[in-house]
């Protein structure tokens, strides 16, 4: 005789195996044995079903019950948490009336920072692979998680970086819906937007300081995030003085950012190129130093990226390398293009397996484990 036993919330772990096949409240078998949640998105989907698991025998009243959570170093629960929790900061009709709106902001950039101590790579590679959100948020925990690794080699304190990450955060809070129509729509921009473009880092300052902010770093960087290095840019009527370092630091962020997620009407720039494209513009718009230092940290290939070797192989960009040109890489497919049963470390240093090119991730075709890849819930790359 079979036993329906239905699974308790906290039973089921994000990047952690499931010790059962998995059925919904219809007896529809969903997830076999072994297969792995993703993110805590996609195990909530799924425990709204309501999930059970098959028992031969009488159960122990425990079973399926929440089990302690086990402490992990695995940046991504950490950061794909904030997604969800940052859209209700910042989308709301009135965020002011949000109870303790900079406190809240101010806890996410504490978790983001977690993550990235936790495993800055891993943390870097959610930009390429991460759980799918809508662009206004997602674009803005990116270019937070950025500004949290050139902050560290700039050597700012963690208050300075925290006050940084909620600029980074909060950059686009008056135009977070705006920011979903642009990045879809393949028109030229209309009269309108373009004024709310222009007026969003001056009505973004009076909206955070409605909602309770009185931090100057994070007010001034969310004011000048789209003044260039050589004092121009917008909002207009400051003196020719660069803005802060700071602010200069989100910019460069963003525009990095924005050239690898691509829009509707042009296709996405591997890290690779987009890294190319910032030093042309570094000759007033982005500070050279601060240029200089973003290619040291993050190097040319982004974790997440996946590469084409010279032997023929693809594979994934796990770590940043000693040299920038040469960095982990694990190969997720042969030479015949098939996909390997698990990840092969592939030394990038070697004349075999140098990287010939990026390779857009829409024209790859193997499905990869991310929580494999790094070294989590379980797995150990090979």
């Known amino acids: 005789m079979s036993y329906r036993v239905q699974i308790k919330a906290g039973a ?33 989907i799924l425990m709204a079903r309501g999930l059970f698991f098959m028992s031969e025998n009488m159960p122990d009243p425990d079973i399926g019950k929440p089990v302690p959570q086990q402490e992990e170093n695995c940046p991504f629960p950490l950061i794909e948490q904030i997604y969800p929790r940052l ?21 996410l ?24 959100f809508r662009y206004s948020i997602r674009h803005n925990v990116d270019v937070a998680i950025i500004c949290e690794l050139i902050g560290q080699t700039l050597e700012l304190s963690a208050e300075e970086r925290l006050s940084v990450l909620a600029a980074a955060l909060t950059a686009n809070i008056a135009m977070t819906a705006l920011t979903d129509v642009l990045y879809a729509q393949p028109d030229p921009l209309s009269d309108r937007e373009k004024e709310a473009i222009v007026a969003h880092p001056e009505s ?12 100057p770093l994070w007010l001034s960087c969310v004011l000048h995030h789209h003044r260039s290095a050589d004092g121009k840019g917008y909002p207009q009527g400051f003196s020719e003085d660069p803005p802060p370092a700071a602010a200069r630091m989100i910019a460069l962020a963003d525009f990095f950012c924005a050239k690898i997620s691509g829009r509707s009407y042009r296709p996405p720039l591997s890290s690779h190129k987009a890294m190319q494209a910032i030093f042309p513009a570094s000759d007033g718009r982005f500070d050279a130093g601060i240029a200089e230092l973003f290619v040291k940290t993050l190097g040319i290939y982004l974790p997440g990226t996946f590469v084409s070797l010279k032997n023929n192989q693809i594979a994934v ?19 015949d293009g098939m996909p390997l049963p698990g990840p092969v470390y592939r030394d990038t240093c070697l004349p075999d397996y140098g990287i010939v090119r990026s390779i857009p991730a829409k024209e790859v075709v193997v499905k990869v484990n991310r929580y494999q890849l790094w070294g989590y819930g379980g797995f150990n790359p090979k």
Do not use: M
């Open 12 to 44: 089921i772990q994000v990047a952690r195996p499931l010790v059962w096949d998995v059925y919904d409240d219809k007896g529809v078998l969903l997830l076999h044995k072994g297969n792995v949640i993703e993110s805590a998105r996609q195990l909530d």
């Open 87 to 107: 859209e209700k900061l910042i989308d709301a009709n009135n965020p002011e009336t949000e109870k303790d709106f900079p406190a809240k902001i101010i806890g």
């Open 109 to 132: 950039c504490s978790q983001l920072q977690r993550a990235c101590t936790q495993d800055a790579d891993a943390a870097l590679s959610t930009i390429l692979l991460g759980t799918a």
């Open 204 to 215: 973004g300052v009076a909206l955070l300081k409605a909602c309770g902010v009185n931090d």
């Open 317 to 335: 960009v796990t770590r940043r390398g000693e040299k920038i040109q040469s960095p982990i890489v694990y190969a997720v497919t042969g030479k």
